[in-house]
C-alpha cells in the first residue's frame, strides 16, 4: 500500500476544489449537466489512492454537500455512502480494469446514484425531471480521464516533494 | 482509522457481512435524518447549527466569482455602460412620474381610510437583496441572498422581484438567507382570482416556476389567462401582488375538483436582485419626522419615492 502515503493535502485539496465546482454558477442550461464531482473525487481516491474507504467517509461527505446545496439531510449521504460500499465490493476488480472499462464501472456507478437522487426527488412530491438530467453521469465520465491524470500527476508530484 | 485501514483487504469473508450491517446502518441513518427533515422536525435545529459551518463555506466559494464581476464590470465597454445609463435614466425618470400619481392616490387612500375609520395599512418598507452567485441543487428550491438577520430579514418575509412574488424568507444566517420559492411542492400561497375574485390556494408544482391550484370546485370561475394575485388570507403576504398566470384548467367529469396550473410571473433567470418587504420600518420613519417642517415633507416624499 505504497499508494496511501501519497499527499494527504492534494486529497484535502481536491475535496474542497470538488465542493466549489458543486455549487460553482453556471448558466441555467447547464446546470442539470453538472458532474458529480464529490462522486468522481470519492471513486478516484477510493480506487487509486486507497482512501476514503470507510462508508463514514461517504456519509460525512454527503451531508456536508446537503448542508451546501439545501438537499434534504441524507440525500447526498445515502448516495454516498452506496457508492463507498459498492466501490468496496468491486474494488479489486475496477482497479485492474483496462481504462474504457473503468469508465464504464464509473458511468454505471454514476448512474446508479442518480437512480438513487431520483427516487427521493420524486418521494418529495417534485416533478420528474428533465431529461438532460441523465446526462450528468455522461459527463462526469467524459470529465473522469483528465480527473483521473491531474489527481494522478498532483499526488505523484506530492510524493516526489516528501522524500 | 488507520488500523482498520489495514484490516480491510484481509479477511474478506468475515468483513463482508459486517460492512453489509454497517450500510444497512448508514442507510437507516439517511432515511431517519431524510424523514425528520421533510417532515421538519427537531432536524431544524441540527439544520440551522450545520449552516453556520456552510456560510462561511459559500462565503469562500463566492469571493473568486465575485472578484471576476467585479473586474468585468471595470472593464466593462465605456459605451455600452453610457448606453445603460441612459436606459436607466429613462426609466427612472417614468417611474418616478408614476409614483407621482401613486403618491396621490395614496394620499387619497389614507383620507379615504380614515373617513371610514377602517384600520391603519402597516408601514411596508423593502429591502434590496442580491442572489448569492452560488447553484444550489434546483430540486432544493432554494434561493440564496447576501442578506441575512443583521440587516433586518426575519423568516417568513414575503420576496419579490420586479414582476411578481418569488417566495418567502426560510431560513436566516449572519449574512446570507436562504429564500423557499413558491414552486416548492411544499409551499402553499392563499392566492385570489384577479378576474373573479375566487379564492383558493395556490400550492407549488415541484417543477420551476409553477404552481397548481388543485382545490377548485368544479364549477369555478377561472379561465386560462387568468391573473392570480396574493389574496392576503394568512397575513404573510401583502394582498394585491401579481403571482401568476394560469396556463391550463382541466376539469375532469367525475372527478370532484377542478385543476388548473399556473406560471409565476417572476423571472428567476437573469435575475440578480430581488426585494424583500420587512415591515420594521416603523420606528425609522418616526425619527425622521420628529423633524417637522412643511417644506420638507414633500422632499421627504420623493426621496421615499426614489
Not at chain 2, 172 to 182: D, G, K, R
Not at chain 2, 202 to 207: L, N, P, T, V
Not at chain 2, 259 to 284: D, I, K, S
Amino acid at each position: 500500500m505504497s499508494a496511501r502515503d501519497g499527499g494527504q493535502g492534494v486529497l484535502a485539496i481536491s475535496l474542497a476544489l470538488g465542493l466549489a465546482l458543486t455549487i460553482m454558477p453556471l448558466p441555467a442550461a447547464l446546470d442539470l449537466l453538472r458532474p458529480y464531482w464529490i462522486a468522481l473525487i470519492v471513486i478516484y481516491w477510493n480506487l487509486e489512492g486507497g482512501r476514503l474507504r470507510h462508508l463514514g467517509h461517504g456519509f460525512a461527505l454527503g451531508l456536508l454537500l446537503d448542508v451546501m446545496t439545501g438537499t434534504l439531510l441524507g440525500q447526498h449521504a445515502l448516495g454516498l455512502v452506496i457508492l463507498v460500499f459498492l466501490l468496496e465490493r468491486f474494488r479489486a476488480r475496477i482497479r485492474f480494469f483496462p481504462p474504457w472499462q473503468q469508465a464504464t464501472a464509473v458511468l454505471v456507478l454514476l448512474l446508479n446514484d442518480r437512480v438513487i437522487h431520483l427516487w427521493i426527488i420524486a418521494l418529495q412530491g417534485n416533478a420528474w425531471p428533465a431529461w438532460q438530467w441523465w446526462l450528468a453521469p455522461v459527463m462526469g465520465v467524459l470529465v473522469w480521464p483528465w480527473l483521473f491524470l491531474l489527481l494522478d500527476a498532483l499526488r505523484r508530484r506530492a510524493r516526489a516533494h516528501s522524500h | 482509522m488507520s488500523h482498520r485501514n489495514s484490516s480491510l483487504p484481509g479477511g474478506l469473508a468475515a468483513d463482508f457481512s459486517s460492512r453489509i450491517a454497517r450500510l444497512m446502518f448508514y442507510i437507516v441513518l439517511c432515511m431517519v435524518l431524510m424523514t425528520f427533515d421533510f417532515r421538519g422536525q427537531w432536524v431544524e435545529r441540527v439544520r440551522s447549527a450545520s449552516t453556520l459551518v456552510a456560510e462561511p463555506l459559500w462565503l469562500a466559494v463566492e469571493a473568486p466569482f465575485r472578484l471576476a464581476g467585479t473586474l468585468s464590470d471595470r472593464w466593462a465597454d465605456r459605451s455600452a455602460l453610457l448606453a445603460e445609463r441612459d436606459a436607466l435614466a429613462l426609466d427612472l425618470n417614468r417611474s418616478r412620474a408614476r409614483l407621482l400619481i401613486l403618491d396621490e392616490i395614496e394620499r387619497e387612500n389614507d383620507r379615504l381610510r380614515g373617513l371610514l375609520d377602517a384600520s391603519a395599512t402597516i408601514d411596508r418598507d423593502f429591502q434590496t437583496v442580491e442572489l448569492r452567485q452560488l447553484d444550489l441543487n434546483p430540486y432544493s428550491h432554494r434561493l440564496l441572498v447576501n442578506r441575512g438577520a443583521s440587516e433586518g430579514l426575519r423568516v417568513g418575509q414575503p420576496v419579490l422581484d420586479s414582476n411578481g412574488l418569488v417566495g418567502q424568507v426560510d431560513e436566516v444566517l449572519m449574512h446570507s438567507a436562504s429564500v423557499i420559492l413558491l414552486s416548492d411542492p411544499d409551499h402553499a400561497l392563499p392566492v385570489k382570482v384577479e378576474r373573479s375574485r375566487l379564492r383558493t390556494i395556490a400550492y407549488g408544482s415541484g417543477r420551476s416556476g409553477e404552481l397548481r391550484l388543485t382545490d377548485l370546485p368544479m364549477n369555478a370561475d377561472i379561465e386560462v389567462g387568468d391573473v392570480l394575485i396574493s389574496s392576503g388570507l394568512g397575513g404573510r403576504f401583502q394582498p394585491g401582488l401579481p403571482v401568476a398566470d394560469v396556463v391550463e384548467v382541466t376539469r375532469v367529469p367525475g372527478e370532484a375538483f377542478a385543476r388548473a396550473r399556473a406560471e409565476l410571473r417572476a423571472r428567476m433567470q437573469g435575475a440578480r436582485h430581488l426585494l424583500v418587504v420587512t415591515e420594521f420600518a416603523a420606528e425609522e420613519r418616526i425619527e425622521t419626522e420628529e423633524v417637522p417642517a412643511a417644506e420638507t415633507t414633500q422632499l421627504q416624499a420623493e426621496e421615499d419615492g426614489s
